[in-house]
């Protein structure tokens, strides 16, 4: 609740844009907080559904092993449960200048600048968009199944990720908390990179005793790395030809060719499905990309070690951004 309350005390010096806008992420994010029973209680409950059961005990699993075996924080946080009556708990909106790859930022109390927007309405992020883009931004809107308040709440499982597949809830769980673990101000590639590669080595621990399963992630991963390595390679190009000194006309023409080459390569990847390739779309697949190989290096040179591995993360995080910057190359 202090939390929210500082949010409130910011409000005094925004503008009436912005007054909007925190006081829909206030009551959204303590509208989801009311809504939290703890696990316990809710497994001692003999009415509990079976399938609601079976997947509240599997998130307890993954929560102990979290802390036990990853050196996640142990705390509250995935200890109680919050059902929602919507898909997504928030929808968040990127977006970059129409010939930049350099997505747009955005400055909160606590979380500092990032480059994204959260909205609890799929409507008002959607309207949102509809603004950057009559502005001449490209525009990116996808819906967030959990998000982080940094360990200053006690965050639940919702509805909207219990229900996922072994993998995919693991991979949450671990991804949320680290982010607990080390945290950058105004640096959303560092923050969610490393929360990328921890949930990565995670996984890989958790289903270190099951082989086939080990098999399918690697196959997984290898399918991730052929996307990462298709939209890189766009990023490239397009970032090449964003420099060039061409009439925006002949940029335009350009970069949908380039858009639309991409659109093919991915095909049916799931996880774009319907999505349609533009700026915004590469920046925000760069946040969770870009610096995963250097903190996996890191994580190698502890040997596996991850209380070490956090350490030099956290000390990574509390450096001036030009310190940083050997590690974090400059995005492209």
């Known amino acids: 609740m202090r939390a929210a309350s500082a ?31 703890p696990v316990a209680a809710l497994l001692a409950d003999p009415q509990l559904p079976a399938a609601l059961r079976e997947r509240l005990e599997l998130a307890q699993r993954i929560r102990d092993f979290a802390s036990r075996e990853l050196g996640l924080p142990d705390n509250g946080a995935y200890r109680s449960y919050a059902a929602l009556d919507r898909p997504f708990a928030v929808w968040n ?22 480059a994204y927007r959260g909205f609890f309405e799929q409507a008002a992020a959607e309207a ?42 693991a991979r949450l769980i671990f991804h949320e908390l680290a982010h607990q673990v080390a945290y950058a101000a105004d640096d959303t590639a ?10 990565r080595e995670g996984l890989r621990r958790w289903l270190r005793d099951r082989p086939q399963a080990l098999a399918r992630l690697a196959a997984l991963e ?28 002949t940029k335009r023409r350009r970069k949908a060719a380039e858009l639309a080459a991409l659109r093919a390569a991915l ?19 760069a946040v969770y990309t870009r610096l995963v190989p250097q903190f996996e290096r890191l994580l190698a040179e502890e040997g596996g070690d991850l209380p070490r591995f956090y350490e030099r993360v956290r000390g990574l995080a509390a450096a001036e951004p030009r310190a940083r910057g050997a590690f974090a190359p400059q995005a492209r």
């Not at 909106?93 to 990032?114: I, K, Q, R, Y």
């Not at 560092?190 to 590669?197: D, G, H, L």
């Not at 799931?270 to 925000?284: D, F, I, K, M, T």
């Open 7 to 37: 949010l409130v005390a910011a409000l005094a010096l925004s503008g009436c844009e912005t007054l909007g806008y925190y006081g829909q992420a206030i009551s959204g994010h303590l509208d989801l907080m009311r809504r939290a029973r």
């Open 93 to 114: 909106v990127v977006a970059a200048p129409e010939f930049s790859l350099e997505p747009l930022t955005w400055c909160f109390p606590v979380a500092g600048c990032v």
């Open 267 to 285: 095909g049916a990847h799931a996880r774009l499905s319907g999505v349609e390739p533009n700026n915004a779309v590469l920046a925000a697949h």
């Open 222 to 249: 290898a399918r991730a790395a052929e996307v990462q390595a298709q939209m890189e390679a766009t990023r490239a190009r397009l970032a090449a030809l964003y420099r060039e000194p061409l009439d925006p006309e």
């Open 128 to 169: 949102y968009a509809a603004r950057l883009r009559a502005a001449g931004h490209d525009v990116y809107v996808y819906g967030v199944a959990a998000y982080s308040t940094l360990g200053r709440f006690d965050d639940p499982l919702l509805s909207t990720f219990v229900e996922r597949g072994e993998v995919e809830l």
């Open 190 to 199: 560092f923050n969610e990179s490393f929360a990328v590669a921890v949930e």
